[in-house]
């Protein structure tokens, strides 16, 4: 059995998590992302522990088989603990983040691992009083543009913006815009309309 416990099982006693099995995926993932949060501040990890989480975001996505992995009720829990276990490793992620993963498979909880990953993000952008926004376009925008559209959304909604681009080729032109789950307003629409003109004459 792989030993996960240590570093963070303990912040997640069975008296914690004893209505998890009751609650949604996504309650789940709350639940574990705010003690995770919680457990990287009392260490002064966040940026550490949110990183890792991005990186097991990103490999995620770019993988099949591990998707397959975090959400396949047909692997044994032991053996999902033993393979995330080995991917964390030789991804390189701190002890935290690890042992953060092992005691998810280990709940039975690997399929909730991503959006425990996504409220974290969630929870460390509020920490630093910074917005999150989703900016699709019908092709890549360029590092200026990213640039200017971050500073246009920062005086529209009064606080720093990170900007995560997406690409949708079926959109004929312009830009669609989330700010967290709230879409934009039309006094920030008109801003982006001549963002737009600008962007379309770089």
Same mark, same amino acid.
């Given at each position: 059995? !792989?030993?996960?416990?240590?570093?963070?099982?303990?912040?997640?006693?069975?008296?914690?998590?004893?209505?998890?099995?009751?609650?949604?995926?996504?309650?789940?993932?709350?639940?574990?992302?705010?003690?995770?949060?919680? =457990?990287?501040?009392?260490?002064?990890?966040?940026?550490?522990?949110?990183?890792?989480?991005?990186?097991?975001?990103?490999?995620?996505?770019? @993988? $099949?088989d591990?998707?397959?992995?975090?959400?396949?009720?047909?692997?044994?829990?032991?053996?999902? *603990?033993?393979?995330l +276990?080995? *991917?964390?490793? /030789?991804?390189?992620? @701190?002890?935290? %983040?690890?042992?953060?993963?092992?005691?998810?498979?280990?709940?039975?909880?690997?399929?909730?691992? +991503?959006?425990?990953?996504?409220?974290?993000?969630?929870?460390?952008? /509020?920490?630093?009083? *910074?917005?999150?926004?989703?900016?699709?376009?019908?092709?890549?925008? @360029? %590092?200026?543009?990213?640039?200017?559209?971050e500073? +246009?959304?920062?005086?529209?909604v009064?606080?720093?913006?990170?900007? $995560?681009?997406? *690409?949708?080729?079926d =959109?004929?032109?312009?830009?669609?815009?989330r700010?967290?789950?709230?879409?934009?307003?039309?006094? !920030?629409?008109?801003?982006?309309?001549?963002?737009?003109?600008?962007?379309?004459?770089?």
């Amino acid at each position: 059995m !792989v030993q996960t416990q240590g570093t963070f099982a303990p912040q997640l006693t069975d008296d914690a998590l004893a209505a998890a099995s009751a609650t949604t995926a996504s309650e789940a993932a709350r639940r574990y992302a705010g003690a995770l949060f919680d =457990l990287a501040k009392e260490k002064g990890e966040l940026a550490a522990i949110a990183g890792d989480l991005k990186t097991i975001e990103a490999l995620a996505a770019d @993988s $099949e088989d591990l998707t397959r992995l975090l959400e396949s009720p047909a692997f044994a829990r032991e053996d999902k *603990v033993k393979a995330l +276990v080995a *991917v964390a490793d /030789k991804a390189g992620l @701190s002890k935290t %983040a690890t042992g953060f993963i092992g005691t998810m498979a280990q709940n039975g909880r690997a399929g909730d691992l +991503v959006g425990a990953a996504k409220h974290f993000d969630a929870l460390y952008a /509020k920490e630093r009083g *910074v917005k999150r926004a989703i900016a699709r376009t019908a092709s890549d925008m @360029s %590092a200026d543009q990213r640039a200017r559209l971050e500073q +246009v959304l920062a005086k529209a909604v009064g606080s720093d913006v990170e900007l $995560e681009t997406e *690409v949708d080729e079926d =959109l004929i032109g312009g830009i669609q815009l989330r700010i967290g789950s709230t879409l934009i307003d039309a006094s !920030v629409a008109a801003k982006l309309d001549r963002m737009n003109t600008a962007m379309k004459g770089a």
